[in-house]
Nanobody, 113 residues
Framework: QVQLVESGGGLVQPGGSLRLSCVASGITFSSYIMSWYRQAPGKERELVAPTTDYADSVKGRFTISRDNAKNTVYLQMNSLKPEDTAVYYC????????????WGQGTQVTVSS
């Protein structure tokens, strides 16, 4: 059974930082392209951080990284803004068999003073 479990969300003040983690199980982690998406209330889900070409709204502030030994992908978020408030989702897509995709359950990030 495949599971992607996110953690690290919470309430943070504007200008603060958070690091999200996503631990994968049930897949060969190194064979998957890992990404982060987010969805704010009333908005569509958007791609935030692939391995290249971050969304313009987060460039220079967010960094995605991975540790294959721990089956974990991270999203370091700095200089957070209220508009970064959203549910953040971990996404896995097989590098070769692109129809094999999986989603985490999401973790809430709220940026507010």
């Amino acid at each position: 059974q495949v599971q992607l479990v996110e953690s690290g969300g919470g309430l943070v003040q504007p200008g603060g930082s958070l690091r999200l983690s996503c631990v994968a199980s049930g897949i060969t982690f190194s064979s998957y392209i890992m990404s982060w998406y987010r969805q704010a209330p009333g908005k569509e889900r958007e791609l935030v951080a692939p391995t290249t070409d971050y969304a313009d709204s987060v460039k220079g502030r967010f960094t995605i990284s991975r540790d294959n030994a721990k089956n974990t992908v991270y999203l370091q978020m700095n200089s957070l803004k209220p508009e970064d408030t959203a549910v953040y989702y971990c996404h896995a897509a097989h590098a070769t068999f692109r129809w094999r995709i999986y989603w985490g359950q999401g973790t809430q990030v709220t940026v507010s003073s």
